[in-house]
């Protein structure tokens, strides 16, 4: 934690506790810290100030005036758009994966067990492309645009070719590279835009994964036509109370879990996996040109110095070695956790409203873009909330909201409330839809910057969350009950809501403490 000390002289001439001598203006100013139980002064050199002057002089100006005047602010700034489609493309592939499950599913002839292994394939490529896209990026000394644009250009491939592998291994082979390119993407889109635009990249932050949030909402819809027609459609509606029942009187449960792997017609799903890959093309193309022709000057700074001009730029706390690893490790805890919630719910929603519910695939179709809608949503309003509060309050409102939205889905999923399902289902959305951005923009501004390396490590907790996840709920869900889905997606979110009071409860503990050894 630390106080600013040089800015306040003309505060201390009022206090009457000092006098003002003219050579303090010359002074540069200092920060006190407080490092466990060693305090330290640090010399800032002033340029805290300098910096304020000159980002305010910037938000004055307006985008549109700057990008009238200032080639390089121009040039960044359509690469950040740039960044914006390929996250929308990425949310596209994530979104539709969720209602076309139950159709691959019948493309491999596979069980919901064998099948959960297509999302850890994803997810371990995720974990791999993850790291090797972060490496990458923070070798290059060159336009790292180019990593962006090649890991949209990949993907585009990647996803023409998944309806078409009708072989079990094949279909997991695919998907892990779906993963790879996938978290490549996710990586340098992430580095990238806070590369360019540092601490002051809040709002740009918030709204590519505004971006990724609309293209997950769209695709669920572009889907759902193409899927195949449901073999053995049960009775029930979305808010029917019709008993559903098999030929010999019994539940239904077991055989829908078997006989969803049967249609009355032809699985369409390589039209909208066909859009899916031009999309990624759109995203790539434009990168690549943008990168070919760049005109901003190249990196020439050492790792070390470049580090040490972004800590002065954006008067970040100056952390010990021991401190920032563990503050990383506990955030790498929380995205874990917070990843496994998200693709947990985004890919199991439509089998669970299917399976448990019985409703039809169309209209867990439909749930799934509720999800998505109410994630927009959320993404939306992030990009003015950063401003309004700070980054670890509202993500400490965010996760107490998300408990209490998945309270409401085991509820109502247990009592067979389907009002009460739809309104969870909203809240969820709504409740994950900031979480993960905020993460990065906290660590940006307030622990270290967020280089390839660090968004690598978030990106390797939030696969290896997402990566466990679908293991233990398709083994649970499909031997047991698919009422699993909800008591997992109920404790994790307990677990991460804890995890993050306890940590939140500690900032907000050490403040106080601070503040009044300061006064005194």
Known sequence: MTVEMGPATQDINQSGNSQHDPSDEKTPFTKEEVIGNDTQIVKNGGRGCENSVSSTKDEQMGILTQLKNDSVYKEKFFIYLGIFWSFFVLGWTIGQFGPSFLDLRIITKSPLRKASGFMTGHSVGYLVGSIISGIVFDKMSGERTYCVSISALAMGVVVAIIPWCSIYE????????????????DTTGNALL????GANGKSFMQSIHFAFAIGGTVSPFVTAPFLAPDGNPPTEGATGNTSVTNSSGGSNLTQWDSSDLTSTG???LYV????ASFLSLTASIPLFVMACTSKRPPDTKSKDS???DLDKERNIQKLSLGMKVLVLVMLMVFLGLYCALEDGFNNFLATFCVNELKWTKYVASVATALYWASFTGGRFLGIFLAHVFKAIKLIFILCTMLFIGFLGFFLTSHFKLYEGIWISTGLVGSSMSMIF???FSWTEESILPVTGLVSSLFLIAASAGSMVNPIVLGYLMDQSTSMWFSYIMLVFSLTAWVRHAFFFSVQVLLNIVLKNVFEC
């Open 170 to 185: 094949l279909m997991v082979g695919i998907h892990v590279l779906k993963g790879i390119v996938g978290g490549g993407l």
């Open 194 to 197: 806070l590369r360019l635009w």
């Open 266 to 268: 032809e699985s369409m």
């Open 272 to 275: 909208p996996f066909s859009i």
């Open 306 to 308: 470049e580090d040490e």
């Open 437 to 439: 951005p905020l993460i």
